[in-house]
């Protein structure tokens, strides 16, 4: 006998609580596994009746409220479009929840399931996950919704500690905010002690809500600049995990070694970012090195989500936290060994490249067209593989001898962003190699690509572009010319401006200091051209100190050899006032560094200029810094005294631009020496400069007391052993690369 739909719904409001009854129970079992019939009710409007009823809980039968929860899962479980319509019903999340906290067990668990399709389906808005739900009060002790969830975790029911843990996972995944409210309210022991279960169920619930929780916050986006602080986490109760982690490490299913590592992972990172001065438990160090590296490793091409639905269907009920984490092995294995040169090792002796070479492969072979999940998961392999080599040079070979650069190369020009940015960083990485620059990346074209990008819209691409690109404008770079030929001077200096968020104008001013570096006389007119002196000065007067160590450096290469036929003197001597007031402003040691470098080279040109630095107050400062603790700031400050105090008539253009021709002791006679040199010498003396040499000749630091013995030649002592007079002169010119790349070849 079919029933009518209209009159059904009718029957949901009789004054008859049995026909109420009957009804909701009818329309329960009519929906079940019919998606045809839960569009024609949707239609008629069953789910705005069945929250109408489930909205007076108070005045109506446990049985009805049971059997109308269960017809709306029916509706949940369902495809997108219906799941949708009961999100967007009015206050249909916060009466769910309220249902959710009953003390009737079979009442929540029976929301429990609607609530757990809300929370785990990928399509569900942030607003409604975070906003309905974060503030909402229940009962009539006014409890928070997120101290619900964590009252749920410790409940006798099973099926209620895996939805809370569930809806946990997922509101600390889209929110800070509500990370730091449920570990306000004490959710991590909560979590912690649903460990001890032994159901796999549970278990892998569990990990989800403890990987989420734990979580570091971010502090290299640059869609959120200011980076968060660490989350208020007490090691001592999260430590409590350890001694189970080992043993989940071994489990059979992936998917539980897979966020056993990454909880292992968070901690490592929380430890780092919570104080950084602190050292890491050597207990947790032991895990990560031993079981969590060679774990992820293992893990590489595993399909621990073989099981799960996509975007366009709801995941069931009996899929295990579903949406606890979207991270694979992959991505785990880049936060664990990015900046760890010891952990990146253990990795690749362990053939982590290798395998992710050939995952990154198949993924190229599959289907890709507008397939964001295979996008994200190449995205994340070449994140890993660029975090495996950026500082092991045997790493970036085996990048190449496996194939992976032609591939993220065609990554480059991706639709997708995320994958933009990955296949950039491995180009970083691999441009940290002399050899890499002059072979491998020249041979695969991805000079132009990585300099296209430097236009993107995305913030993290144009921060992971730019950085590859600071190093492909070295001099030695094969693909300089390339770079200067295709507009990437203005292209760096795009960067510097205001508007950009600090790391990126620091990309764009360090990508002109490197491009600087041994420049030719045009290349540095094109720079200070495109820049202006003005620009140049406003970077100087940045209040960011990395933007003004970038500029110091800058301009420590521009005014490299012959600085008069770049600048005009009122500039240079407007420099000069600059660095002045640098030095005597307590400004971090690199920056006194590129200063001094500055003075040097400068102290390098015409002789108006070294007299112009023979003031008193520079004179005096500089002589500070020969007591410095650092031996690179003594040594930079000798080679001042020794470009200002050397005579110009032992100096020939040839000699100062051939570094071979002049093999033999140079000696050096009072009786030679110019007037200007002599007379600048002679103030030196008088402020002091010689006894402080004579002091340093036995310094602890070799080079400086080598640069010392050269110095007292100019005050008539000695001769400069082995030196020859461009390494005299020019000894404090160009600087390279990033301070934070290993040395090149």
Partial sequence: MSINPQTLLASLYSEDPNVRLNASRSLKNILIGRNHKKYEYAAL??????????????????????????????????????????????NSVPILFH????????????????????????????????????????????????????????????LLNNVAATVLTRMCKESRFATEVFLAHQALPSVISLLSKQTAFTIECTLGALTALTFPPSTQSLVYPPPFPPLNIDFNILNQCLNIMPKLLKDQRPRVRLLSAAILTNIR??????????????????????????????????????????ANSTPSINTPNYFAWSEDAPSILTRLVEGSEELQKIASEGEAIPKLAALLKATMKEESDKNLQLF????????????????????????????VLPQTVVSLGSTFAPLRAAASRVFRSMSRSARSLRTSI????????????????????????????????LDFSAVKKLVLDNGGIRLLFHLTRESYPAPLRVNGVWGLKNLLFTAEHEVKVAVIDTLTFDGLVALLDDQNSEIQEQALGLIRNLVYKDPDRILQDDQVYLLLSKVETLLYAGVKEDCIKHALYILCNLGNGPERYEEAMMKDSILSR??????????????????????????????????????????????????????????????????????????????????????????????????????NVRTIRERGGPITIRNEMEKLD
């Fill in 376 to 403: 994200q998961k190449q995205a994340n392999i070449m994140s890993s593989l660029a975090a495996l080599s950026f500082h092991i040079e045997s790493s970036r070979r085996q990048l190449v001898t496996h194939a």
């Fill in 99 to 158: 249902l959710l906290a009953d003390s009737n067990t079979k009442i929540a668990e029976a929301s429990s399931r609607p609530i757990n399709d809300i929370f785990t389906h990928p399509l569900t808005p942030t607003h409604i996950i975070i906003d309905s739900v974060i503030n909402l009060t229940i009962g009539n002790e006014n409890i928070v919704a997120p101290k619900v969830i964590i009252n749920l975790l410790g409940h006798s029911s099973e």
């Fill in 622 to 723: 500089l002589l500070e810094f020969l007591s410095h603790k650092l031996p690179q700031l003594r040594v930079a400050t000798v080679w001042c005294a020794i470009n200002l105090g050397w005579p110009e008539s032992e100096i020939t253009t040839d000699s100062k631009t051939e570094e071979n021709e002049m093999d033999t002791d140079i000696k050096t006679d009072a009786k030679n020496r110019d007037g200007g040199s002599l007379s600048r010498v002679a103030r030196l003396r008088e402020l002091g400069w010689e006894r402080k040499m004579n002091e340093l000749i036995d310094d602890q630091d070799v080079e400086v007391r080598e640069r010392v013995r050269n110095c007292l030649s100019i005050f008539g002592r000695g001769s400069l052993s082995s030196s």
């Fill in 442 to 473: 020249v041979d695969v074209g991805a000079a132009l690509p990585l300099l296209k990008l430097l236009d993107d819209k995305d913030l993290e691409v144009l921060n992971a572009a730019s950085a590859a690109v600071c190093n492909l404008v």
């Fill in 269 to 310: 990172e929380l430890y780092k970012m919570t104080n950084p001065t602190t050292e890491i438990p050597e207990d947790v160090l032991n895990i990560i090195k031993k079981a969590v590296v060679p774990t992820l490793v293992k893990l590489v091409g595993i399909n621990e989500n073989k099981n799960t639905n996509t």
């Fill in 45 to 90: 409007g069953a789910i705005q009746a069945l929250l109408t009823i489930l909205s007076k809980r108070k005045q109506e039968r446990d049985d009805i409220i049971i059997q109308c929860t269960a017809a709306l899962g029916s509706f949940t479980c369902s495809e997108a479009e219906i799941l949708k319509q009961v999100v967007d019903s009015p």
